[in-house]
């Protein structure tokens, strides 16, 4: 029992980084060749990611005199595969979890710290006052967004207590859809949690406008700026990997449904198309979370991203928390 | 495996797939070139500018949330003035907060 669930593990782990680099780095160039469409620019060709990681393999792996040698190293590797272990935990198309019976919701949230903070101790490691900075910036920019995130996840498992079960499991949430279990003050809610989700994400991900910590016109790429090589690359695969692991978390709170639950198809048929519909559910949530944002908005100062997550995000999830709290006494249908 | 009241989870799982997943990426990064020339370019990256001392460019635990501060400078301001400093303010405080909780949970409570 013990040997099989080990070699279980295992093999997820192995599975779960092919998967998680390929399709990392594949949103990774769709998102960018977007943004570029978007600014009236060519933009690279999609496998551009995927040439810059090749590139930076080949480029030297500099370790600047003031830095921290085993630190400056141990971060991007430690950066990675927080990122990718994440998506040992978050429900991919049809198929349940991989180690979701191991790890809860607030698991996940916990992992998601992980890679930001190994980027600042990787930042404070340089020994370079341009990523000193992007270190303090990143620490400040993390303890700004968790806060509605917290309210947004205590939201929803709060709301799917009153059917009861295991409700922090994700496996649980994804299988119980906030929706179908909502008045009309409640999909409101829902639809408000959903925003301010939404507006979270790009802080979580490190892109405009929340991208303070490695503001290049500002700071030089802030706790990246003495990064190269193959250290960089890592840090990029990360990037691309939590980007895909933050849209596939979005995806399973408040989308989870399969197309096989409308259209009755073959097992292994259904299989497929759930996992091609999870994949446009991810590019739908990355596309009007991430790119479509980044496109249109310059980056906020670091005083503004504290602001804009504690007081006017952090006020819309908990007044999102307060309807779904009234649709329990006054339950209203909407359908 | 760890349950408590709201959630669970399984350190020794997470542990030994943690542990795989550093594997591979210590092989990813493995795959990139290691050696690199130790002239000018391990200087830390300032523009051009030449680099100060450490001293000068330390940034003090005080500064470290600076942002943070900043953007709830008001929030702050209030509290460092309810922090006089003197003990009969904080008695004051402690007497106030007592009575409205009592008030909250027994007489309200009750009603």
């Not at chain 1, 080990?6 to 599975?15: C, E, P, R, W, Y």
């Not at chain 1, 008045?183 to 949690?193: P, Y």
């Not at chain 1, 700026?225 to 849209?247: P, Q, T």
């Not at chain 2, 370019?41 to 450490?54: A, D, R, V, Y």
């Amino acid at each position: 029992m013990l040997g099989e669930l080990l070699f279980k593990t295992v093999i997820a782990s192995i599975g779960i980084t092919i998967f998680a680099v390929i399709f990392g780095l594949l949103f990774k160039g769709i998102d960018r060749k977007l943004v570029a469409r978007m600014q009236m620019r060519v933009g690279p060709p999609i496998r551009q990611p995927f040439l810059d990681v090749i590139k930076l393999m080949s480029k030297e792996t500099i370790v600047p005199e003031n830095a921290v040698g085993w630190m400056y190293n141990l971060a991007p590797i430690i950066c990675l595969a927080s990122s990718i272990i994440l998506l040992l935990y978050i429900p991919i198309g049809n198929f349940e979890p991989l180690l979701g019976g191991h790890g809860d919701i607030i698991l996940v949230i916990y992992i998601f710290l992980i890679p930001a903070l190994a980027m600042v101790a990787g930042g404070f490691a340089s020994g370079s006052p341009f990523a000193t900075v992007g270190a303090q910036r990143e620490m400040i920019t993390m303890m700004s967004y968790e806060f509605p995130l917290a309210v947004v996840i205590i939201a929803i498992v709060w709301k799917l207590s009153n059917i009861g079960g295991d409700i922090f499991s994700l496996q649980f949430i994804s299988s119980h859809p906030i929706w179908e279990e909502v008045g009309l003050l409640g999909l409101i809610g829902g639809i408000i949690l959903l925003l301010a989700l939404v507006i979270v994400t790009p802080g979580e991900v490190a892109k405009i406008p929340f991208d303070v910590a490695e503001a290049e016109t500002e700071i030089a790429h802030g706790l990246l700026v003495e990064y190269s090589g193959r250290n960089l690359a890592l840090f990029y695969i990360a990037d691309a990997v939590k980007m895909f692991a933050m849209a596939s978390l979005v995806v399973a709170l408040f989308f989870p449904y399969n197309l096989s639950d409308f259209i009755k198809l073959d097992e292994i048929v259904a299989y497929i198309a759930d996992f091609l519909f999870f994949l446009f559910k991810v590019f739908l949530v990355m596309l009007f979370s991430i790119s479509l944002v980044r496109a249109g908005m310059a980056r906020l100062r670091i005083t503004q991203v504290v602001s804009v997550y504690w007081i006017t995000i952090t006020l819309i999830a908990l007044f999102g928390l307060v309807l779904l709290m009234w649709d329990n006494q006054y339950s209203i249908k909407w359908w | 495996m760890i349950k408590t009241v709201g959630g669970y989870w399984d350190p020794i799982i997470w542990i030994i797939a943690f542990i795989v997943i550093f594997i591979l990426a210590y092989m990813i990064r493995a795959i990139g070139k290691k050696e690199y020339r130790k002239g000018e370019q391990i200087k830390p990256f300032l523009s051009g500018m030449e680099e100060p001392s450490k001293e000068a460019v330390h940034i003090r635990a005080s500064n470290l949330y600076w942002g943070f501060v900043e953007a709830l400078k008001s929030y702050y301001e209030t509290m460092k003035k309810m922090h006089t400093g003197i003990i009969n303010d904080y008695v004051a405080w402690f007497v106030g907060i007592t009575a409205i909780i009592f008030i909250a949970v027994f007489i309200v409570g009750i009603i």
